[in-house]
């Protein structure tokens, strides 16, 4: 069973930074596997922020390009999102979430309905 495991979450004003992590467990090594970021702001749906699909590719949403970036640690098994620039529009509850191992999601990367696994969520507050 995958577990995903959200950190990193907090207060910070407009223009600083923050790094999330989610720690995985349960995918067997030597996989390949899509994972990546989502975050929902209340009122809103669910988008995609970032992804590392299967085959390594990175993606990201409009919104965030040029100031988040997605990064995977294999040997801890630990996805990151470090976010920069931060803006009061960027405050939501971020999840980490992957699928089984399949190949590359391309273009529906940001699809939620996608991903199998889904972590409880961080909470990410910037204020102006």
């Known amino acids: 069973q995958v577990q995903l495991v959200e950190s990193g979450g907090g207060s910070v004003q407009a223009g600083g930074s923050l790094r999330l992590s989610c720690a995985a467990s349960g995918y067997i090594d030597g996989t390949s596997y899509p994972m990546a970021w989502f975050r929902q702001a209340p009122g809103k749906e669910r988008e995609g922020v970032a992804v590392?699909?299967?085959?390594?590719?990175?993606n990201y949403a409009d919104s965030v390009k040029g100031r988040f970036t997605i990064s995977k640690d294999h040997a801890k098994n630990t996805l990151y999102l470090q976010m920069n620039s931060l803006k009061p529009e960027d405050t939501a509850m971020y999840y980490c979430?992957?699928?089984?191992?399949?190949?590359?999601?391309?273009?529906?990367?940001?699809?939620?309905?996608?991903?199998?696994?889904w972590g409880q969520g961080t909470q990410v507050t910037v204020s102006s």
């Open positions: 590392i699909d299967s085959d390594g590719t990175t």
């Open positions: 979430t992957g699928d089984r191992p399949r190949p590359p999601m391309a273009s529906n990367w940001q699809r939620p309905q996608e991903y199998t696994y």
